[in-house]
Each structure stands twice: as C-alpha cells, then as structure tokens.
C-alpha cells in the first residue's frame, strides 16, 4: 500500500470555534432515537451533507397531507390533479428554488433538477399519483440522509470530548484553573477524583486508578503511582494526584488523538473516490439515456407514452446521492467504531488493506511479549555478581533498548559511570564492543563470543542469556526473561480464523530464547537472530510472494519497528498510546496494550468491507433492476420510486451499523 500522508503536526490542533447563528432554525432530529448521546456538531467536510430547514419540513408535511387527502377522497378530475400538482410543487419547491439559483449564479445544477423534469414529465403523460408519489419519497429520501449524516456527525464529538477544558496548576500551596492550552512542560498540575487528566505528565504524589477507556477503549482502571505516566484524557478515579506535566497541550495523548481522527476524516478513501466517480456520472449518463429512450424508440415504433413513463423512470434512478453518502458514512463509521475500542486508523485505505491480509507478521520483544524484562539469574565466573552487572551496564550505556534499560537499572547506573567508556560499536544481531577503562569488553549473546573466539558456559535454565567478556575472558552471563502478552494466543487463533493464513514472527533473538514461544503460540514460520534490515528484507521477500488482492501486515512496538511497519502493506503499532510519535510511521495504532485489539481492529475492517460492498450491490442493484423493468414495461411509476426509495433507506440504515462494529 502506498502510503502518502504527512507526518502529524499536532501543534496546529485548535478547539473547534462555535458555529455562526443560521437564519432559519434547522431541524436536527433531536426527538429520535440517538445512536450516540452526544452534542451535535457536523461530520467533516468528505460527506455529502444536508441541512433541511424547519420551513422545508413543513413544506414536506404539507405536500404528505394533500397526498393523502386526493387519494382518499373522492374529487373531480381536475381538482385531483390540482391538488397532487400542488403536493409534487411543495415537495420539489426547496431544491428546485435552490436550482434556479444555481443557474442564475452561473453554476451547474445538482441531479435535482432531473428529478424534478421527471416529475413533470409524468404529470404531461398523465402519471399525476405516480409524478406526486415520486416527488414525496424522493424529499422523504433526503431526510434519511440528513439524519444519517446527523447521526454520524455525533461519532466526532466522542473524539472532540477527550479534549480537556481546564487545568488546575499548582503555584505554592495555591491553584489556579488555566487553559491548558497555556500551561507549559515542568508544571505541576493537581487532578482530583472524577476530574479529567488534562495533560500527559508524570505522577509526583498520590495513587489512585485511571480510566483510559477514553483513549484506548479499555474499561479496567490502571493503578498508578508515584512515577507512573498519565494522560490527557484519562479520568482520575481514586484520590486526588499531582501530576508534573511532560508534554504540551498540542503534543498531549488527547489532542494528538483529535488531531489524526480528523485528518483521516479528511482523507477520501478508495472506496469513497470509487463512489465520487460513479456519482458524478450517474446523473447525466441517466439523464441523456432518458432524453434517447423517450425520442428514438418513439420515433420508430410511437407509443409515445410508454416510453415518456420510461423515460420518467429513468430519470427518477438519477439521484447519486443515496450512495454518496452511504459510502463515506461507511467508512467514517468504521474509524469511529475503531476509536471506541483504541483503534485509530490513519485514513490511508489502512481498514480495506487490512480486510485482505493473509500474511500477518510479528515482531517479538514489545510484540508477542510485554517487553517488560526482568533478570532471572546471574552466573558470575570467578567475579562478583556485582562487577559484572556493572561492566554489562556500562557498555550499554549509551542505549536506549529496554534490556539495557533494566541493566542499568539494576546496576545502579548513573551518567558518570560512562565517563571510561570509549569505542561503543553496536554489532547488529549479536551485542556491543567498547573500551571499558581501557579493557576490551563484549556484551552480547552468545554468537558474538563465538565469532571472538572466547569460549563461553551454556546457561542451565532458560531465557535470554546476555553474556559478558572481559579482555577474551569469559565473565559469565546475566538471563533475562520477557513475559508473553495475556491473550496473545487467542489473538492469533482469532486471527487465523478471520482468514490470516500465515503467521511470522520475526526477531532477532537466538532460536533458543525464541523458538519455544513460536511453537506455543502456533507461529507458522520464525526468522532469528534478524537486524532491522534483515526484517526488512524478510517483509519484503513476503510481499513478494503474495497472492493477488492479498496483503502482507507486521505488527511491532512502534518504537523500534518503524522501518518495518513503514515497508509492510499495512503497519500497526500495539501499545502506541505510550509511543506516540516513534509509532507515527504506522498506518493503524493500538493504543492500548491488549493484544486483543488486533482481532478486534480485523473484524472492523472485515466488517466494513462487508458493508461497503452491501451498499454498493444493493443501491446500484437496484437501480439496475428498476430500468429493466422500466424498458420491459411492467412496473408503475409510483413502484419504481417506492423501491428506489426504499433501496437507499436500508443503504443509509446498514451504513449506521458502521458506528456499532464490535
């Protein structure tokens, strides 16, 4: 998949500005049902909105009314037709003023204008109840879609709520509510129970749990502590905390989040500009084919008014606008869905890539794993315990990986440890080379000793053995141990059963710290001890050998797998919440920790494929079917307009499933 879209630039996110007073007061559906209880704000600009007017609705009620009133009762001809003539001109007065407007303002006309010559044509040919039928349903119709666009537009503002509105920023023993906005790195926030976090930052006092359903779907607090990471748009649940805020508004968790949803609401996807094209044909190819069907058969063979009341069917089948919609609420659907579990996707058709992967692969460490290391054991050969963890973290010190982390955590390391350290050369796959005060040391595994020559003791237990040598002397070995994410291996059983073929797991352990966990989990094919170009290489070698309009995926931490999502067909970086800008080069961000939401973000993308292709089969189907009928002249005017009608009602309805995928 190509992948084109601009780095995030999260400094330009800004609260929305409240809209400008219409007017005329619109009609906003606030007596339905509501799919999601929220304020409403319109969907972003790649819908195909529109707004109907309490005075349109009128105008719509009253045209129902004489309806029903010249079709119950018993009136003269004349009268009949006076007043269903009267009803098709109160439907059909909004959009046919709005189209003379467009005329008189140089502009070309929507397919309105063809509805409404249809409906006039079938009152010349003496269609006047099919004409007045058609002129209702088709206004009934646009309020489907107004509604639908309306309920989609709700899905934003669950986004736009994660936007905290007030900071309350310590100064001594005082506080002050601020605008977050305003408040800067260093700065000590105080966050009491049931408050939002306002902005991501560092635990300095208090434990309590935190709610981050809003930003990864996850309903089960955190606990958290002194030292522990929060962010914004978490709820604080427990006792009150001081938080020293890390990041600023713009690069907060919230604002980032708000920032990418709606730049890929922004962004049309295949399917959508798929749908543009058609829409834009659709309406003068039937328009011209109606105009053909009503002159030239007549003129072979007459029969004038067969082919006029055809011809007016032709034309009712001109409106884009059922589709135009349905396929863009799809897709918005889709990503709201995927917000509401902690998936965001980033808009590059990253859902229609996934639904077609049959080759996922892995990486291990933050992966499979929860990249948590903790040290197991220690086998010192003739040194201390203690001398050894120190020399293993001084050599790691300029890395930033988790086990040299978890080093120099356990040595104590400070940064004046560093000052006899000289020539770091990191050997890719295998460990670091330094000058230690002048001592040549290895840190590694154990392919490094055996390519230096120095003979080493094959550890008695499992896990990953880090193994340290001191001028060619073997000093022993240090084993670490990473635990596997809970669930990880109903998520791949998961996967496998939503059609993923072939599992890979690619690292660059040895096989034996790797090997027992591909088997356990069901891993189909393992690659070790792989630098990040080596895993590179081996995406690469996999999309190569894929299948047509199939897609390769690769899963990693974000943090040190950016070149492999970026070559992957489709990228998606688990955990992303905590690495938000390292995971930018993904096209689908986890940001929860639960291996889970992998499962979850393919039946979103599976499900939405489902919808898309529903909406298509079924509206164009349908059309399709009605001009058939319509050449074969067995179906009425009033017919045809019920089942189109009826055909964008249930696409609009099955679009709103989008919002509810599970």
């Not at 996850?218 to 649940?237: A, I, K, L, M, R």
């Not at 291990?364 to 203690?386: L, P, S, W």
């Not at 120099?408 to 000289?422: F, L, N, Q």
């Not at 897609?551 to 970086?573: K, P, T």
């Given at each position: 998949m190509a992948k084109h879209y601009a780095p995030s630039d999260h400094k330009t996110v800004q609260k929305e500005k409240p809209e400008q007073k219409r007017r005329l007061p619109t009609f906003r559906f606030s007596t339905l049902p509501k799919l999601l209880e929220t304020k409403k704000r319109p969907l972003p600009k790649k819908t195909y909105p529109r707004v109907f007017s309490v005075g349109e609705m009128l105008l719509l009620l009253g045209a129902t009314l004489l309806f029903i009133v010249s079709i119950v009762f018993r009136f003269p001809p004349l009268i009949e037709t006076a007043l269903l003539a009267l009803c098709a001109v109160l439907a059909l007065l909004p959009p046919l003023f709005q189209n003379v407007?467009?005329?008189?303002?140089?502009?070309?006309?929507?397919?309105?204008?063809?509805?409404?010559?249809?409906?006039?044509?079938?009152?010349?040919?003496?269609?006047?109840?099919?004409?007045?039928?058609?002129?209702?349903?088709?206004?009934?119709?646009?309020?489907l879609e107004a509604y639908a666009v309306e309920r989609g537009g709700a899905g934003m503002d669950l986004v736009r709520d994660k936007l905290p509105e007030k900071a309350r920023v310590l100064f001594g023993d005082q506080t002050q509510e601020l605008m977050p906005e305003i408040v800067e790195p260093g700065q000590v926030?105080?966050?009491?129970?049931?408050?939002?976090?306002?902005?991501?930052?560092?635990?300095?006092?208090?434990?309590?749990?935190?709610?981050?359903?809003?930003?990864?779907?996850?309903?089960?607090?955190?606990?958290?502590?002194?030292?522990?990471?929060?962010?914004?748009?978490?709820?604080?649940?427990?006792?009150?905390?001081?938080?020293?805020?890390?990041?600023?508004?713009a690069d907060s968790a919230a604002a980032s989040l708000l920032h990418d949803v709606e730049a890929s609401a922004r962004y049309k996807t295949t399917p959508e500009r798929l749908t543009e094209k058609i829409s834009a044909l659709l309406g003068p190819a039937v328009g011209v084919l109606a105009v053909l069907i009503a002159v030239i058969p007549s003129l072979?063979?007459?029969?004038?008014?067969?082919?006029?009341?055809?011809?007016?069917?032709?034309?009712?089948?001109?409106?884009?606008?059922?589709?135009?919609?349905?396929?863009?609420?799809?897709?918005?659907?889709?990503?709201?869905?995927g917000i509401l579990h902690g998936i965001l996707s980033k808009g590059h058709d990253c859902f229609e890539v996934l639904a077609s992967v049959k080759t996922m692969a892995f990486g291990?460490?933050?992966?499979?794993?929860?990249?948590?290391?903790?040290?197991?054991?220690?086998?010192?050969?003739?040194?201390?315990?203690?001398?050894?963890?120190?020399?293993?973290?001084?050599a790691e010190s300029y890395s930033h990986h988790p086990i040299a982390m978890l080093l120099?955590?356990?040595?104590?390391?400070?940064?004046?440890?560093?000052?006899?350290?000289?020539e770091v050369q990191e050997i890719p796959g295998r460990g670091i080379s330094a000058f230690i005060e002048g001592r040549h040391v290895y840190v590694g595994n154990a392919a490094l000793l055996q390519e230096h020559g120095v003979s080493y003791n094959v550890p008695a237990r499992a896990g990953a053995a880090i193994h340290v040598a001191v001028e060619n002397r073997y000093w022993g070995h240090i084993l670490i141990s990473d635990k596997t994410r809970e669930g990880a291996f109903d998520a791949l059983e998961a996967l496998r059963s939503q059609g993923v073929d072939q599992l890979v797991?690619?690292?660059?352990?040895?096989?034996?710290?790797?090997?027992?966990?591909?088997?356990?989990?069901?891993?189909?094919?393992?690659?070790?001890?792989?630098?990040?170009?080596?895993?590179?290489?081996?995406?690469?070698?996999?999309?190569?050998?894929?299948?047509?309009?199939?897609?390769?995926?690769?899963?990693?931490?974000?943090?040190?797998?950016?070149?492999?999502?970026?070559?992957?067909?489709?990228?998606?970086?688990?955990?992303?919440?905590?690495?938000?800008?390292?995971?930018?080069?993904?096209?689908?961000?986890?940001?929860?920790?639960?291996?889970?939401?992998?499962?979850?973000?393919?039946?979103?993308?599976?499900?939405?494929?489902?919808?898309?292709?529903?909406?298509?089969?079924?509206?164009?189907?349908?059309?399709?079917?009605?001009?058939?009928?319509?050449?074969?002249?067995?179906?009425?005017?009033?017919?045809?307009?019920?089942?189109?009608?009826?055909?964008?009602?249930?696409?609009?309805?099955?679009?709103?499933?989008?919002f509810g995928l599970k």
């Open positions: 407007l467009k005329i008189f303002s140089r502009r070309l006309p929507d397919e309105d204008i063809l509805i409404t010559i249809g409906v006039i044509a079938a009152f010349c040919i003496g269609e006047q109840v099919g004409g007045a039928i058609a002129a209702v349903l088709y206004r009934l119709a646009q309020i926030v105080l966050v009491e129970n049931g408050e939002m976090i306002p902005l991501d930052g560092v635990i300095l006092s208090g434990i309590t749990e935190v709610d981050r359903s809003a930003l990864t779907g996850n309903d089960s607090p955190v606990t958290c502590g002194v030292g522990d990471e929060v962010f914004s748009g978490s709820v604080n649940c427990g006792g009150p905390i001081r938080v020293q805020v890390k990041r600023s508004f072979i063979g007459g029969n004038w008014s067969r082919w006029l009341r055809c011809a007016v069917i032709f034309l009712l089948t001109a409106s884009p606008s059922a589709l135009a919609i349905s396929i863009p609420l799809s897709c918005f659907g889709a990503e709201m869905s291990k460490t933050g992966t499979i794993t929860e990249g948590r290391f903790e040290i197991t054991g220690i086998e010192a050969n003739g040194v201390r315990q203690e001398d050894l963890v120190a020399v293993a973290a001084a120099k955590h356990a040595a104590g390391w400070t940064p004046s440890v560093a000052d006899g350290v000289m797991m690619l690292t660059g352990d040895v096989p034996s710290a790797s090997r027992q966990l591909a088997s356990s989990l069901g891993f189909d094919l393992l690659r070790t001890e792989l630098t990040a170009e080596g895993k590179v290489s081996a995406i690469q070698y996999l999309i190569s050998g894929k299948g047509n309009g199939t897609s390769v995926g690769f899963v990693g931490d974000g943090i040190n797998d950016a070149s492999m999502l970026e070559c992957a067909d489709v990228g998606l970086a688990i955990d992303a919440l905590h690495a938000w800008n390292e995971a930018d080069a993904a096209d689908i961000l986890l940001l929860d920790d639960d291996i889970e939401s992998l499962p979850r973000a393919m039946r979103i993308a599976r499900s939405l494929r489902r919808i898309l292709w529903e909406n298509y089969g079924g509206l164009l189907g349908m059309k399709l079917l009605v001009l058939l009928l319509a050449l074969c002249d067995v179906i009425p005017l009033g017919l045809a307009a019920l089942l189109l009608t009826a055909s964008s009602a249930l696409a609009l309805l099955n679009s709103l499933r989008a």
